[in-house]
């Protein structure tokens, strides 16, 4: 076991089990990263503020949203860490660092051209410039997803749903699981499924690392994997230097899972697809829990598919899981988007903010900027249609959020359409705080958006539970009479990880 002192009930421990919890606290203290411990105990307005959702006190998750989400594993509650998915990560590339080259950045981040937005390097960006949350980063990594499977030669590629642009980065992490499989005579299927998921995470942690390097230089900073096997029910701490044979052989410290989590990764039945914000408070997990797949990023921003979007990772991790016979993919959006917040901020003031904010470095990073640009052309059509209304900057900001959420399920509604897929696609919207959900009509006109900003008594709330919804029920489209009516609420999940 990782060198630690026992965990007192006071510090975790279950009255029912009397077996310690390992919180993700106490999971990353015996990980090295104590550093973050005091100032998580020295500052509870970090967890108690509303603003947790921006400012959580475990730092960020990477993570491939396969079915298994880190809250399944560590005491992680809403608010407590930012969430961002992945299956993979693109290698990072050093940008040029001359004064051309930084000139030529600034003017693509102000005319926004094609940038290659990456979800997982704007998360990064956005989460560890803020030194006093962001220093931990955890890839969270499986044995059980389709990539991995696709990694270790148990599905084929063209059967998985991901491009060949996407998969061109698994390629070098295929042919390295290969080669070892062949020198140690590996031929189990799930003994190789753990050899890929165990690259997957290291090559995860490699990309992350090398980013903050370059684009954070000096951060504090812990960067670690934590990487679950159903095979062996077992969970191994995995770093960019790690000897991932002697972890494959057994030869590190573990920790054991409990087996119904071990049989929860291996299924394959997913009702739906659940892509939601970064933002803490509304994870799709937190929400609706459940057998899904799990898709986070910025402002859940999902633009037009095309030519572009086929190394893109949101519409990766969607194209995965129509491809597969997944019936419902649904667009978790909220109130209070730091992100939606920061684009209707930039176009309000128009390109003299971007060009400040290029040269100084402050405001939205430039990963930031060009993953939030995908929003721009929706933003701008909300600030056209409320420049001669009174509306205040939340009302603003609740209208362009309402309108990216639908965009972003009319985008996905019509990928499906063309590929002859029934794919039912849902648009819903939380309300931080009360945690009731309305479900936004993907034909909802700009008006009628405005309509539900102004008049809050024209919004339509899901009255189902959000597990009554994933199993199929019609939407109630009644609405509460109060903001305490509705019903649906976070399912919160603690796993026992026995010391």
């Not at 978790?332 to 390109?351: F, M, N, P, Q, T």
Request: hydrophobic letters at 40%; glycine letters at 8%; proline letters at 4%.
């Amino acid at each position: 076991m990782f060198d630690a002192a026992p965990i007192t009930r006071e510090q975790g421990g279950t009255e029912e089990t009397g077996v310690a919890s390992w919180s993700l606290r106490d999971w990353l203290y015996v990980s090295a990263l104590a550093s973050q411990r005091k100032a998580w105990e020295t500052n509870p307005e970090l967890v108690t503020s509303e603003a947790t959702g921006q400012k959580p006190k475990a730092g960020v998750f990477l993570y491939d949203g396969a079915g298994l989400a880190p809250q399944e594993v560590f005491d992680i509650k809403a608010g407590e860490a930012f969430f961002c998915t992945s299956s993979l990560v693109r290698p990072f590339v050093k940008q040029p660092g001359s004064l051309i080259g930084k000139i030529r950045n600034i003017v693509i981040s102000l005319i926004n051209q094609k940038t290659s937005a990456s979800s997982p390097f704007a998360a990064l960006e956005f989460a560890c410039s803020h030194s006093e949350w962001g220093k931990n980063v955890v890839v969270f990594g499986t044995d059980r997803s389709t990539i991995v499977d696709v990694i270790a030669g148990q599905q084929k590629a063209k059967g998985s749903g991901y491009s060949k642009e996407w998969l061109q980065f698994a390629a070098p992490i295929a042919e390295w699981v290969n080669k070892t499989a062949v020198d140690f005579g590996i031929t189990d299927p799930d003994e190789l499924r753990v050899l890929a998921g165990l690259k997957l995470t290291q090559e995860k942690l490699r990309a992350a690392d090398d980013f903050l390097d370059t684009n954070l230089p000096g951060h504090e900073r812990n960067v670690v994997g934590a990487f679950v096997s159903s095979a062996r029910q077992q969970l191994y701490r995995v770093k960019k230097d790690s000897d991932l044979m002697a972890i494959f052989r057994g030869e590190v410290d573990s920790l054991p899972i409990p087996s119904e989590l071990a049989d929860k990764m291996k299924c394959t039945n997913h009702k739906a697809l659940g892509c939601g914000c970064c933002d803490a408070r509304a994870n799709p997990y937190d929400v609706f829990g459940g057998d899904i797949r799990y898709s986070n990023s910025i402002a859940v921003l999902v633009p037009k598919y095309g030519e572009d979007s086929k190394d893109h990772p949101t519409w990766a991790n969607i194209t995965s899981s129509v491809e597969q016979g997944i019936p419902h993919v649904f667009i978790l959006g909220h109130k209070d988007c730091g992100g939606v917040k920061a684009l209707v901020e930039i176009y309000r003031r128009g390109w003299m903010m971007r060009l400040v904010n290029s040269l100084r470095g402050r405001g939205p990073g430039k990963n930031v900027a060009r993953w939030l640009m995908q929003g721009k052309d929706v933003v701008k059509e909300a600030l056209d249609f409320a420049k001669d209304r009174n509306m205040t900057a939340d009302q603003l900001n609740l209208l362009a959020a309402f309108r990216i959420k639908i965009q972003s399920g009319r985008n996905v509604a019509e990928y499906a359409e063309k590929q002859g897929k029934e794919t039912q696609v849902s648009v819903y919207f939380l309300e931080i705080g009360s945690r009731n959900i309305m479900q936004l009509p993907l034909n909802q006109t700009m008006e009628e958006s405005y309509q539900w900003v102004m008049d809050p008594s024209q919004r339509q709330y899901l009255l189902n539970t959000p597990k009554e919804v994933l199993e199929g029920y019609a939407a109630d489209p009644r609405r509460p009479s109060s903001a305490n009516d509705n019903t649906a609420g976070k399912k919160n999940h603690k796993w026992v990880l026995a010391a």
